[in-house]
């Protein structure tokens, strides 16, 4: 049983051979495009290359975490979660808040009565297939049918951990009237194909550094190294990027999925006052090539550093395993990079799940000892 995804995986790969995507969006003048889609700003760091049989050892990779019993990956202690605070979500208008609902998906409320979802996945797994991939740990900290209504989606990449089509039907669906959702390059048409039935009215597409407006607020794509697929023939073929949130008093920024380059460097030249809030990444960063594409703890730090972050919420962990880390490994990592790097456990934390943090009244931070 455990041959027979390595086996699709290559009569996957062998059908793709013969495929070649066409960028509708290519724009000789831009260096991230190209005629059949994407490229990073910089080069990949060679410590993170991937093993010589390439995208065979990925995939090999993959299908373990999918496929075997996963007791190197299970979390020490329960992966901690909360009921949310649903009076508070639903009557809140005048404040920023953040409620993680798991992995890279969270409401972000903007203090001016504008609910945010980042990269909404209510799926049971984080696959194409109903029977195999990536599943669930955990609950969605918040049910959709909780959720207050959603003024925009905001969807940084078309991985399917990040992406789901399920969750943005429902989405679309929602009483009072669709979102509207805001995406990079090439996800535009794939929502008009999946999700809106052919409808573009509640699509806005952005390329790097493009900014969208939303009442009182600029909603800015920005430039981050990833890479883009939801079947082996489209690498590459849609945008990936991180999202910055922008109103006067207070910046947010979402990563995303990246991996550490000057990139990083870039975005802080142009934010040059910093983030007040910051959803960085923490987890699959095991082994040690995942990090050509994510980020590990040590890393994310750094990057809250770089950008000036006033209090960053560690994600991308606890939810599905994608890495070959310890589902819950992360935090620990996370206690170690804070201490080498002298920042403060209440400076960069991570939440329960279901737990929302507020400015006004923060939630105190779960520190997590380094300790294995």
Same mark, same amino acid.
């Given at each position: 049983?455990?041959?027979?995804?390595?086996?699709?995986? *290559?009569?996957?790969?062998l059908?793709?051979?013969g495929?070649?995507?066409?960028?509708p969006y290519?724009?000789?003048?831009?260096?991230?495009?190209?005629?059949?889609?994407?490229?990073?700003?910089y080069?990949?760091?060679?410590?993170?290359a991937?093993?010589?049989?390439g995208?065979?050892?990925?995939w090999?990779?993959r299908i373990?975490?999918?496929?075997?019993?996963g007791?190197?990956?299970?979390p020490?202690?329960?992966?901690?979660?909360?009921?949310?605070?649903?009076?508070?979500?639903?009557?809140?208008?005048?404040?920023?808040? *953040?409620? %993680?609902?798991?992995?890279?998906?969270?409401?972000?409320?903007?203090?001016n009565g504008?609910?945010? &979802?980042?990269?909404?996945?209510?799926?049971?797994r984080?696959s194409? &297939?109903?029977?195999?991939?990536p599943?669930?740990?955990?609950?969605?900290?918040?049910?959709?049918?909780?959720?207050?209504?959603?003024?925009?989606v905001?969807? +940084?990449?078309?991985?399917?951990?990040h992406?789901? #089509?399920d969750?943005?039907r429902?989405?679309?669906?929602?009483?009072?009237?669709?979102?509207?959702?805001y995406?990079?390059?090439?996800?535009?048409?794939?929502? #008009?194909?999946?999700?809106?039935?052919?409808?573009?009215?509640h699509?806005?597409?952005?390329?790097?550094?493009e900014?969208? +407006?939303?009442?009182?607020?600029?909603?800015h794509?920005?430039? $981050?190294h990833? %890479?883009?697929?939801?079947?082996?023939w489209?690498?590459n073929?849609t945008l990936?990027?991180? %999202?910055?949130?922008t109103?006067?008093?207070?910046?947010?920024?979402?990563?995303g999925?990246?991996?550490?380059?000057?990139?990083?460097?870039?975005?802080?030249?142009?934010?040059?006052?910093?983030?007040?809030?910051?959803?960085i990444?923490?987890?699959?960063?095991q082994?040690?090539?995942?990090?050509?594409?994510?980020?590990?703890?040590?890393?994310?730090?750094?990057i809250h550093?770089?950008?000036?972050?006033?209090?960053? $919420?560690?994600?991308h962990?606890?939810?599905?395993?994608?890495?070959?880390?310890?589902?819950?490994?992360?935090?620990?990592?996370?206690?170690?990079?804070?201490?080498?790097?002298?920042?403060?456990?209440?400076a960069?934390? $991570?939440? #329960?799940?279901?737990?929302? %943090?507020?400015?006004a009244?923060?939630?105190?931070p &779960?520190?997590?000892?380094?300790?294995?």
């Amino acid at each position: 049983m455990r041959l027979l995804p390595s086996a699709a995986a *290559l009569s996957l790969a062998l059908s793709a051979a013969g495929c070649a995507h066409v960028n509708p969006y290519y724009d000789a003048s831009r260096p991230h495009h190209r005629p059949e889609g994407f490229a990073n700003n910089y080069p990949s760091n060679p410590a993170y290359a991937r093993p010589p049989q390439g995208f065979f050892a990925g995939w090999a990779a993959r299908i373990r975490n999918w496929t075997d019993d996963g007791s190197a990956r299970l979390p020490l202690a329960p992966v901690p979660a909360v009921k949310p605070d649903l009076a508070y979500i639903h009557a809140n208008r005048t404040e920023p808040a *953040l409620t %993680w609902i798991g992995h890279a998906s969270f409401l972000y409320q903007a203090g001016n009565g504008v609910n945010i &979802l980042f990269d909404p996945v209510f799926d049971e797994r984080a696959s194409p &297939l109903p029977f195999a991939g990536p599943k669930r740990q955990q609950p969605p900290g918040l049910a959709l049918a909780d959720l207050p209504r959603i003024d925009a989606v905001l969807v +940084s990449h078309s991985h399917y951990d990040h992406l789901s #089509k399920d969750s943005l039907r429902a989405l679309y669906r929602q009483a009072g009237g669709p979102p509207t959702f805001y995406v990079p390059l090439g996800i535009d048409l794939w929502l #008009k194909d999946n999700v809106t039935g052919g409808e573009r009215a509640h699509i806005v597409r952005l390329d790097w550094w493009e900014k969208a +407006s939303l009442r009182g607020l600029d909603l800015h794509l920005l430039p $981050v190294h990833h %890479w883009s697929a939801r079947t082996p023939w489209d690498r590459n073929a849609t945008l990936w990027g991180a %999202w910055a949130v922008t109103r006067p008093g207070f910046n947010f920024f979402f990563s995303g999925d990246l991996g550490y380059s000057k990139d990083i460097q870039d975005i802080a030249a142009r934010f040059t006052t910093g983030f007040d809030l910051a959803a960085i990444g923490i987890g699959a960063y095991q082994p040690v090539w995942y990090r050509n594409s994510h980020v590990s703890p040590e890393e994310a730090v750094r990057i809250h550093r770089e950008l000036r972050v006033r209090h960053s $919420v560690g994600m991308h962990w606890g939810t599905f395993p994608m890495g070959q880390e310890r589902i819950d490994q992360a935090p620990r990592d996370l206690a170690l990079a804070r201490q080498a790097q002298g920042v403060a456990d209440d400076a960069f934390f $991570v939440l #329960k799940i279901g737990e929302t %943090w507020r400015p006004a009244a923060p939630a105190a931070p &779960l520190v997590q000892s380094a300790a294995p």
